[in-house]
């Protein structure tokens, strides 16, 4: 099973930018879904955005126009850029890759984002 690295959190005033990276095992080519999730204390899981093999991307209302994900196939690699962040954006950030026959999970980075 593919395993994912997750890294690029940290803690960042707010207006400020982040950018995570999730690194696979293996090439990324077969996976259909790629996407960024994350959860806040108290709060579910929600997803954030995601591409397909396409390149086809969707986003959450809430980081339309400050987010944006992208993949570098060469790398094996999902990224999440995230600009003009605010304190609500605060969570546990974890990237997920799917086939049909799989869902995989990376172990999650922190962002913080203080006022």
């Known amino acids: 099973q593919v395993q994912l690295v997750e890294s690029g959190g940290g803690l960042v005033q707010a207006g400020g930018s982040l950018r995570l990276s999730c690194v696979a095992s293996?090439?990324?080519?077969?996976?259909?879904?790629m996407g960024w999730y994350r959860q806040a204390p108290g709060k579910q899981r929600e997803s954030v955005a995601s591409?397909?093999?396409?390149?086809?991307?969707t986003y959450a209302n809430s980081v339309k126009g400050r987010f944006t994900i992208s993949r570098d196939n060469a790398k094996n690699t999902l990224y999440l850029q995230m600009n003009s962040l605010k304190p609500e954006d605060t969570a546990v950030y974890t990237c997920?890759?799917?086939?049909?026959?799989?869902?995989?999970w990376g172990q999650g980075t922190q962002v913080t984002v203080s006022s």
């Open positions: 997920n890759f799917r086939t049909l026959w799989s869902n995989t």
């Open positions: 293996e090439s990324i080519f077969t996976f259909i879904t």
């Open positions: 591409i397909i093999n396409g390149g086809a991307t």
